[in-house]
């Protein structure tokens, strides 16, 4: 079992930044690809930023050159660096923890952005 807590979320306003973190417990962290979700109001749960086991990384389009996903494999943690806020880019940010060959996928339970003036 691993356990993810979200933190750094936060009212923004257009321009600005926030960094999120998501803390894992439990063993071989450094084992699960780890991504960035989020949700906002009446629409599904998309993909932002992903980072593998390995370091690779991949974003959504819409936040190319502005988000940036790194991990802490020392410190359990997993960190989204959000530049360049867009009113689009509110919604609730979940920390995801998978490992596809034991069936592993963990949510954390999400923290709100709001980027708003």
């Known amino acids: 079992q691993v356990q993810l807590v979200e933190s750094g979320g936060g009212l923004v306003q257009p321009g600005g930044s926030l960094r999120l973190a998501c803390a894992a417990s439990?063993?071989?962290?450094?084992?699960?690809?780890m991504g960035w979700y989020r949700q906002a109001p009446g629409l599904q749960r998309e993909l932002v930023a992903g980072?593998?086991?390995?370091?690779?990384?991949n974003y959504a389009d819409s936040v190319k050159g502005r988000f940036t996903i790194s991990r802490d494999n020392a410190k359990n943690t997993v960190y989204l660096q959000m530049s360049s806020l867009e009113a689009e880019d509110t919604g609730v940010y979940y920390c995801n923890a998978k490992r596809v060959v034991f069936g592993h996928d963990f949510w954390g339970q999400g923290t709100q952005v709001t980027v708003s003036s």
């Open positions: 439990g063993s071989n962290f450094r084992r699960y690809e």
């Open positions: 980072v593998t086991s390995g370091g690779s990384t």
